[in-house]
């Protein structure tokens, strides 16, 4: 314990001076390079918010990486708004990684409903999830991939499949 509140009256050594900084100028990338529908939910204050749209106008290879450099050095100096759009960053990556999750479970489940093997399990679990599904239509698309290999059938299972998951949440 007397360590941790020694170390705490310690300045920052040079070494982590230096990866923090470098922590911040990557968040300004991710700033930067932020789809605008997601950059305008980030609750920053207009000077970052204007840099932030200033270094995306900035259409030089090295302008634009000064642009960033300063809108670093802007960040380093408002450790509230580091704070708030590392969080709401790390909200966006989470909705992603579920989206992601989901993508892949949607994938797996037709996968296994186009394939013979596979089909009556993967069915169970389908009603299982969405019992508003309709069945007969699910059959019948399974039945063509089964029998004629139909990519047309597959892609059509998925998306029925993506409708219903998408309509639950």
């Known amino acids: 314990m ?74 380093r100096q408002r450790e509230e708004q580091v704070r708030v759009a590392l969080e709401m960053l790390e909200e966006i990556d989470q909705v992603r990684g579920g989206e992601k999750r989901q993508f892949h479970q949607l994938e797996d489940i037709r996968d296994r409903l186009c394939d013979p093997q596979t089909f009556a399990a993967a069915f169970d679990e389908m009603i299982a999830l969405w019992p508003a599904i309709d069945r007969g239509v699910i059959s019948r698309l399974a039945r063509s991939v089964h029998t004629h290999g139909d990519k047309r059938a597959s892609r059509e299972i998925f998306k029925r499949l993506r409708e219903l998951a998408e309509g639950a949440d």
Not at 13 to 40: G, I, M
Not at 43 to 66: F, M, N, Q, W, Y
């Open 2 to 75: 007397e360590e941790a509140a020694l170390s705490d009256d310690l300045p920052l050594s040079k070494t982590k001076r230096k990866k923090l900084a470098k922590d911040v100028e990557t968040l300004a990338h991710r700033l930067v390079e932020l789809p605008l529908s997601q950059f305008a939910r980030l609750p920053l204050d207009a000077v970052v918010a204007a840099e932030v749209e200033t270094a995306r106008a900035t259409d030089g290879r090295g302008s634009h990486k000064r642009q960033v450099k300063h809108l670093a050095s802007l960040l």
